[in-house]
């Protein structure tokens, strides 16, 4: 599990992004959509990196 962090945009939008993954951000109307947003954008950005044989960051 990764440490993700949500707060309240300025567009009255829900901001979600996770620490560990560098650009790792998503967004929702609600702060549940934010959350299930960056689940999904986890999972590619993890899928990317190991598609391009990269590291993938630890987290703690």
């Known amino acids: 599990m990764r ?3 949500v707060y309240p945009g300025e ?3 829900w901001v979600a ?3 560990s993954l560098p650009g790792c951000i998503s967004q929702g ?3 549940e959509q ?3 947003n960056i689940k999904e954008a986890i999972q ?3 899928a990317a990196l ?3 044989s990269l590291p993938v960051p630890e987290y703690k």
């Open 44 to 46: 590619g950005y993890i």
């Open 17 to 19: 992004e996770c620490p």
């Open 34 to 36: 934010a959350v299930a």
């Open 50 to 52: 190991e598609e391009d």
């Open 3 to 5: 440490q993700v962090i």
């Open 11 to 13: 567009d009255g939008y």
């Open 29 to 31: 109307e609600t702060r």
